[in-house]
T-cell receptor
């Protein structure tokens, strides 16, 4: 069974630009969660989508948005990029979503560098 | 609100020595607890999880963790470290349908 895939793996943008990251979950998984990982802040939860609906949201500004398609693939968009948005963005999928003992399976991440 | 504290951002051990990575949690209800490992340039991989079935949980690669409610701890151990264990380890807590909250991570360094 193929794992979680994320594209692209590396991305370089300049301040003010926008970026779209993509995540394809494990087949059959309906939940996709996004995390931002930085050396200073660690792993921070961005949002979770389940069956095309946003179910949970972290404390990030509105510049960070996402969506999920009917095939469970998800995209995350960051508009008006700032230097502080440089991070590893991780996507995780699970059968039933966040919470309880539901295991999340992580992709390799997209490393975004903002210049 | 749930939270996790991992003591020690870096832990160094010699190959063959005991590995002990500390995790304390805060939760208003019985929590679900997880340990994940992240190797360089990779995503996170689940090592083990506590779901109230047993207080001593065995995971992959010889790791185990013990849930101690009185100490609100879920420390990760391995009797004998291997060079391949060098990675970053994250403890995480979840309550019911709430989001997964991660600790700040502990980088394990293994010397020959």
């Amino acid at each position: 069974k193929a794992g979680v895939t994320q594209t692209p793996r590396y991305l370089i943008k300049t301040r003010g630009q926008q970026v779209t990251l993509s995540c394809s979950p494990i087949s059959g998984h309906r939940s996709v969660s996004w995390y931002q990982q930085t050396p200073g802040q660690g792993l921070q939860f961005l949002f979770e989508y389940f069956s095309e609906t946003q179910r949970n949201k972290g404390n990030f500004p509105g510049r960070f948005s996402g969506r999920q398609f009917s095939n469970s693939r998800s995209e995350m968009n960051v508009s008006t990029l700032e230097l502080g948005d440089s991070a590893l963005y991780l996507c995780a999928s699970s059968l039933f979503g966040q919470g309880a003992d539901n295991e999340q399976f992580f992709g390799p991440g997209t490393r975004l560098t903002v210049l | 609100a749930q939270s996790v504290t991992q003591l020690g951002s870096h832990v160094s051990v010699s190959e063959g020595a005991l590995v002990l990575l500390r995790c304390n949690y805060s939760s208003s209800v019985p929590p679900y607890l997880f340990w994940y490992v992240q190797y360089p340039n990779q995503g996170l991989q689940l090592l083990l999880k506590y779901t109230s079935a047993a207080t001593l949980v065995k995971g992959i690669n010889g790791f185990e963790a013990e849930f101690k409610k009185s100490e609100t701890s879920f420390h990760l151990t391995k009797p004998s470290a291997h060079m391949s264990d060098a990675a970053e380890y994250f403890c995480a807590v979840s309550e019911s349908l709430q989001k997964l909250v991660f600790g700040t991570g502990t980088r394990l360094l293994v010397s020959p």
